[in-house]
């Protein structure tokens, strides 16, 4: 059945993900074939780990692959990608917290646009393992391709798990050596970070039970709930921690505010502009 992993594994009265329409994936999955214009989206979610969930427009539903490390625009870098459940088509402009259960954390919606297919047979292709495909986002355009490593031998010890593909830019003038996920680090719906968007829910949500408890993710969540808190009292502009000061801003344009980190030799510079007030 359509999108039944999906259900599966989510209370739809404890969490605000959406529970998947099936006359909605109807809908697409028909327009599909007269459109050609195919969405595609991909939301880093902080869970019990960091991970960039990378979502294709297909027969009404979302193909969706957990990316550890984010995609990356080098062709050299290979992200591992692991398939995991379609997704409801609707969840594709999802952003907020998903307070219990499974995938607890934080979603943000981190690029969306429309993908094409470079052969015709998409199926094909995902049975294939070999699945090309140009992307039009915000952040990540050109050429791709996720390709299957696990599953090849079967019964044989080692990494066999045919969930686990990898996703590779291809070398074109959208490919370059900037760390995107780290360049354009936000949201392209609220255009802010984890902490305002968790700022615009419940800081305190997870008092007792947080998702992410130990090692990088956890410590990232503590510092997120904090300065959410914060940002929730009024207490903190949100570019105080970065010591260099921002021009007042509303609530809804943070966009520009900077977490400290380590300085990487990006050849794009962000306009920083001149320290000019610019509220009226
Ligand atoms: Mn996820």
């Excluded at 390709?147 to 079967?154: A, L, M």
């Excluded at 019964?155 to 074109?172: E, V």
Aim: with cysteine.
């Amino acid at each position: 059945m359509v999108l039944e992993k999906y259900k599966q594994k989510r209370n739809f009265t404890s969490t605000p993900e959406p529970s998947g329409d099936l006359k909605l994936a109807e809908e697409h999955a028909k327009q599909e074939k007269t459109s050609k214009s195919l969405f595609f989206c991909v939301q880093k979610h902080l869970a019990s780990h960091l991970h960039y969930d990378f979502r294709l427009e297909h027969r009404g539903v979302l193909l969706s692959w957990a990316v550890p490390k984010g995609p990356s625009l080098d062709p050299k870098t290979k992200r591992l990608a692991m398939m995991v459940e379609d997704h409801p088509i609707e969840y594709g402009t999802f952003e907020g917290v998903i307070p219990e259960g499974y995938g607890a954390g934080i979603v943000m919606l981190w690029d969306q646009g429309t993908w094409r297919p470079e052969s015709p047979d998409v199926d094909a292709a995902l049975k294939k393992g070999d699945l090309k495909f140009t992307l039009d986002g915000f952040k990540l355009k050109g050429s791709w391709v996720l390709v299957r490593t696990g599953g090849r031998y079967p019964g044989s010890s080692g990494s066999s798990d045919a969930r686990s593909w990898l996703l590779i830019k291809h070398r074109d003038d959208w490919a370059g050596d900037v760390d995107i996920t780290e360049f354009a680090s936000k949201s392209v719906k609220s255009e802010g970070d984890f902490e305002d968007i968790l700022a615009q829910d419940r800081p305190d949500v997870w008092e007792s039970n947080r998702p992410a408890k130990g090692g990088e993710a956890g410590a990232m969540l503590a510092k997120i709930i904090e300065r959410a808190a914060e940002l929730k009292a009024g207490k903190a502009s949100p570019a105080s921690a970065s010591g260099r000061r921002a021009a007042p801003q509303t609530r809804t344009t943070v966009s520009t505010t900077k977490k400290p980190r380590a300085r990487t030799t990006t050849p794009i510079k962000k306009k920083a502009g001149p320290k000019r007030r610019t509220r009226s």
